[in-house]
């Protein structure tokens, strides 16, 4: 399963956010293992390094490489197939369903086989029976399974989670952490989170941040 | 005596120097109104006459949609002397002689009184009858002198003037037109009118207003018709023709016809523009065909001029986009009107010629972008930039976000507000009709002009605006109450 060349490789990487510096010359590398974690308090910088990552922000410096290939000058095409990302608050298209969210970005990339994928990926999902209704008709959890069905349809090599159990009550986060566990067994699951025993239930490795630099990184124990 | 024009414009007297044209002295010079008829090019053999069509009894259009009055049968006798058909052009009065001097008319037969400011322009044929400002009162009136006698005059002539002249213990009042004057009068709110001495026999006549004409006119004058200075033949033409007529029994009986023998004891024509519903309804449901084509383009076109103005306020940097900002609260805070004459009248002064039409739906088109412009910004606004990021993180191009995301999510916040401006859009564009676009309000003016009954067809007027403005405010307010059910849309 372990790979030689790293996953994702962020070099010097410096990011400004509203004229604000918000990550100082950070390195990582991440290669196809277990979930991993990126730990931090709130403004540590880890969603802007993970929003960087994934190619929705500027960066002021260095590079951001999936796979070898520069995240920033990638076709937003390309790159929906290497990362994905599901939003801390999902950001479902409120005048699509549920099916029709997860079939746009397939649907526009004329990818075949999207469509059998994607029924497969919500009975998985546990969703299937919801295909038809519309985001303001679900519940917090059955947004976030939308919303991970419709990045996972994408099968992107790396998929970023930002906060996913922030909203969620301790059962449903467990029944997350398990189901992080399962996606990861299809693509590299990459997880922000501030919630140690969210994190500890899914991912054995990660980073901590602080400052918008590295603080520690290695096995979760180490790094706690 | 004008009936039924309680607008201002300035259509009410065809006395020159009468009237204070705000707009037109300086179109007169451009010459080039052009496009108030539509430009086709006459044929040898026609004879286009241009009238307003709002003056009767000279000329007025009837509820059969037929133009009728003592200016129109002049015409016709001419054009079978000269043998010529005759075409006519209804035009606003303002821009009637820069048709004229543009060739988009041959003559003018609508009651055109002789001045030597117009003379200076045009070419005059010999008159063809004659007419002056008259003193009219209500029956048992007192003398003009006593205190407190009250005259009405119709705004933007001279009558004002000479009244004021005449009468000076009189308390002179203004109106917007003939038939306001006229009401009061019978109300007993006016001791007299001061109008046209043929216009106020002609009420008498037909529709017994039992005015009392005292003393003798104000003012006489003559009416001609002009003709382009360098036509001479067709003016040669026309005054052998007029020779002929005036000294005809023909003239006596076309004059008998809408003046009686001038005491105003004459009798109504039987058959003669007999008011009907059914062909006043026919007129105006076309009318409203007009208003909504109108109305229509102009909106599409303010809602691509807003999409354009909203884009530019969203992405230019600061500085341009307040001057962007500016040129919309400029638009928004500058009267409609305004607007309009300067597309219309003021264009031309540099060689740019809209046309009526063009220029009524440009001007709407600019003035309702001004508002549309700002709900396209808000509507793009009140979606969360999360939005556009997982636009983004799905692969989706730019334009591919526009059109399935981002689009569809402004489209409720639009919907509503956007109905409602076409709504006022609709009723605003009574205004159109000052440059001659012959829009709803226009012709229910014509027709009150004709039959003299304001209240009935103002109301049927108002019906015929409600009955399409109302579904789309209903509509509006379902899609509203839908979206909502949707989630689309929050309070």
């Known amino acids: ?224 | 005596m004008r009936t039924g024009i309680p607008r201002p414009r300035p259509l009410h007297s065809r006395t020159g120097g009468r009237k204070i044209r705000l707009f037109a002295t300086g179109l007169v010079l451009a010459s080039i109104v052009a496009s108030l008829a539509s430009p086709t090019r006459a044929e040898r053999a026609e004879l286009r006459v241009g009238l307003t069509g709002a003056y009767p009894p000279f000329n007025y259009v009837e509820p059969s949609g037929r133009l009728s009055g003592f200016d129109v049968d002049v015409a016709k006798e001419l054009c079978a002397a000269i043998r010529r058909e005759c075409v006519f052009e209804v035009l606003q009065w303002d821009g009637i002689l820069s048709a004229l001097l543009a060739r988009r008319i041959d003559v003018v037969i609508g009651s055109m009184a002789v001045t030597p400011q117009r003379a200076a322009q045009v070419r005059f044929t010999r008159p063809y009858y004659e007419s002056g400002a008259q003193l009219f009162t209500r029956p048992g009136a007192g003398p003009e002198d006593a205190p407190g006698f009250r005259v009405g005059v119709t705004l933007g002539t001279t009558y004002g003037e000479v009244a004021r002249k005449r009468f000076p213990s009189a308390e002179i009042r203004t109106y917007k037109g003939d038939t306001a004057a006229l009401q009061d009068l019978q109300a007993g709110r006016l001791d007299a009118i001061v109008t046209d001495r043929l216009v106020g026999f002609h009420m008498n006549e037909r529709y017994g207003a039992g005015l009392v004409a005292r003393r003798e006119p104000l003012f006489r004058e003559s009416m001609a018709i002009p003709v382009h200075p360098d036509d001479e033949r067709l003016l040669a033409e026309l005054n052998r023709a007029l020779d002929e007529l005036l000294g005809s029994a023909r003239y006596g009986e076309l004059f008998r016809r809408y003046f009686g023998d001038g005491t105003g004891a004459g009798v109504v024509p039987e058959g003669e523009g007999d008011f009907s519903w059914a062909g006043s309804l026919r007129l105006l449901l076309r009318a409203l065909g007009r208003t909504l084509h109108v109305s229509a383009l102009g909106i599409l076109l303010g809602i691509a001029l807003a999409i354009v103005l909203a884009f530019l306020l969203l992405a230019l940097p600061r500085p341009l986009a307040r001057a962007v900002a500016f040129y919309v609260d400029f638009v928004r805070s500058t009267p409609f009107l305004i607007q309009l004459f300067t597309l219309y009248f003021g264009l031309p002064a540099i060689g740019l010629d809209l046309g009526t039409f063009t220029a009524a739906v440009v001007a709407i088109g600019i003035h309702s972008s001004s508002y549309l412009g700002e709900i396209v910004k808000v509507a793009y606004q009140s979606i969360p930039s999360g939005q556009r990021a997982a636009s983004r993180s799905l692969g989706l191009t730019f334009r591919e976000e526009i059109r399935h995301v981002i689009g569809p999510q402004m489209l409720p916040h639009l919907t509503t507000p956007s109905l409602n401006t076409l709504v006022a859009t609709i009723k605003d564009s009574a205004i159109v009709s000052v440059i001659s676009v012959h829009e709803l309000t226009m012709q229910a003016q014509q027709l009150i002009s004709a039959s003299f009954r304001p209240m009935e067809l103002y109301l049927l007027t108002a019906v015929l605006y409600f009955a399409i403005t109302y579904p789309l405010l209903f509509a509006g307010r379902r899609l509203e109450r839908r979206y909502r059910a949707k989630g689309l849309l929050h309070a």
Not at chain 1, 93 to 108: D, I, K, R
Not at chain 1, 135 to 143: A, D, I, R, V
């Open chain 1, 1 to 224: 399963m372990h790979d030689e060349r790293p996953l994702l490789a962020i070099r010097d990487l410096w990011v400004r956010r509203g004229g604000r510096r918000i990550i100082e010359g950070l390195s990582l590398e991440i290669r196809r293992g277990s979930p991993f974690a990126i730990l931090g308090a709130s403004g540590s910088g880890k969603t802007t390094l993970l929003f960087a990552a994934a190619g929705l922000l500027p960066i002021e410096r260095g590079s951001v490489r999936v796979m070898g290939e520069d995240v920033g000058e990638l076709h937003p095409r390309r790159r929906s197939r290497l990362l994905g990302l599901v939003f801390q608050d999902y950001q479902l298209f409120p005048h699509l369903t549920a099916w029709e969210n997860v079939m746009l970005a397939p649907s526009l990339q004329r990818r075949e086989g999207a469509e059998s994928l994607a029924r497969d990926l919500m009975k998985e999902l546990r969703i299937d029976g919801l295909a038809g209704r519309r985001p303001h008709e679900l519940s917090g959890g059955q947004k976030q399974r939308v919303a991970i069905a419709r990045s996972l349809v994408l099968e992107p090599r790396i998929l970023f989670f930002d906060e996913p159990s922030a909203a969620l009550d301790s059962r449903t986060s467990e029944e997350l952490a398990d189901l992080l566990v399962r996606i990861n067994e299809r693509t590299q699951v990459v997880v922000v989170s501030h919630d140690m025993a969210f994190v500890e239930s899914c991912a054995p490795r990660g980073i901590r941040m602080e400052g918008g630099r590295i603080r520690a990184a290695g096995a979760l124990e180490a790094i706690a």
